[in-house]
Each structure stands twice: as C-alpha cells, then as structure tokens.
C-alpha cells in the first residue's frame, strides 16, 4: 500500500514538475512574440530634435546640385521599395541607375568644405550602390543598403535636398542581430532588410523635413 502511493506522489510531482516547466517555456516564447511584435508597429515616432545622422547645413549651395542630389534619393526611395519586395532583378536595375545619377551631381559650383563633403558621401553612394548592380543575389544587396543608406541621408540633410518629409528607420535585427538603417518616404514600417519575412520589424529613429 505505501509502495503504490509512493509511486503515485511520484507520478504527481512529474507532472507538476513537467507542467511548470511546459508553462515557462510557452511564457518565454509569448514574451519574445509579444516582444518582436512591439517592435512590429513602429508607432512610436522620435522627437523633433532626435538625430541619428549628423550633417553640416549647405542648404545655401545652388540649386542644380540640390536637384541633382534629389534625384539620387528618388533613385534610392525605388531601390527600397524593391528590397522591401524582395525583387532582386529591380533592386539591381535601380542601383544601376543610382550610380548614374550620383555621377551627375555637379560638384564644381561648390567650394571648400561642401564639395568635400558631397564627394566624399558620393563616393559612398557610388560604391554601395554599384555592389549592389554587380549582384543579382538579394542578400547581398541588402548587404549594401546601410552604408547606401547613411550616405543617402546625409546628402539629402546638407544640401537640404528632400522634397518630402523622410524617415530615418532601423531594424534592430537586420545585420545578423547588430542592427541597421534605411530611408523612407513613409512613416510605416517596411522592412527592406527582410521583407514580408519580418515586414513591420523596425522604428522610426529620425525625422527629416525640409526646412
């Protein structure tokens, strides 16, 4: 008689044991969901004054250049969109006619500091963006898209080049966990890193509007 309830106290504690085990691992798992799809949204938008990317103000330069240099963030805003679709073959005729583009902007109206400056960001753009014309694999396209991204944005702040309000966002899981940026024209999150993957994964980390 006491070697059978032995054997069920036993029995009981197992299952207990099992169960309370079973219930932390599925409340960890709803924490990294819950967690993941905090980030999803994006709703929450940074203050006016948060600056992720740091620009000298040029915004005086002639207007060619600042045209030019819109014309370079068109180009970038079509290349984004073909990421976030996970379209290689666009991505790629798009970086193609970055390049181009970036090839365009005149910098011999600018003197100084300025045109040192949009050479040296055009030189990035040019560079990350011919990587990615070079490769017809998705992955590493978006490889090149931060360094494409950053030098984008900079351009765009200096020579006061936006014609829209545009959005600095970042993936915190983009870049095997270290994170990364991108640039939009909208204040949703779509997520050229990992498309319909992880769509909504991401947060609006800067704001630009033209002054």
């Known amino acids: 008689m006491m070697k059978k309830t032995f054997v069920a106290a036993a029995l009981a504690a197992f299952v207990f044991t099992a169960c309370s085990e079973s219930g932390k691992h599925e409340t960890a798992e709803t924490e990294t969901m819950e967690h993941h799809e905090g980030m999803a ?10 600056v992720v ?9 002639a ?10 963030v068109s180009g970038y805003l079509k290349l984004k969109d073909n990421l976030v679709a996970s379209d290689a073959a666009k991505a790629q005729q798009d970086a193609k006619a970055i390049v ?14 300025q045109k040192t400056f949009a050479e040296e960001k055009l030189s990035e753009v040019r560079q ?23 030098a984008t944005f900079a351009l765009t702040k200096a020579f ?16 095997n966990d270290q994170g990364a940026y991108w640039l939009s024209a909208e204040k949703d999150i779509k997520n050229p890193y990992f498309g319909d993957a992880m769509l909504k994964c991401g947060s609006n980390e800067e704001v630009y509007s033209k002054k």
Do not use: F, W
Request: include cysteine; aromatic fraction near 4%.
């Open 160 to 175: 006061g080049a936006a014609h829209e309000t545009l959005y600095y966002q970042h993936c915190p899981m983009a870049n």
């Open 63 to 72: 207007e060619p250049v600042k045209n030019q240099i819109s014309d370079v």
């Open 53 to 61: 990317v740091e620009a000298p103000d040029y915004t005086a330069a």
């Open 128 to 150: 990350a963006a011919s990587a990615m014309a070079e490769a017809a694999d998705l992955e590493l396209q978006r490889a090149q898209l931060e360094l494409l991204s950053e």
């Open 100 to 113: 181009d583009a970036a090839k365009k902007v005149d910098v011999s109206a600018l003197e100084g500091e």
């Open 41 to 50: 949204h994006g709703d929450e938008m940074p203050a006016q004054t948060s």
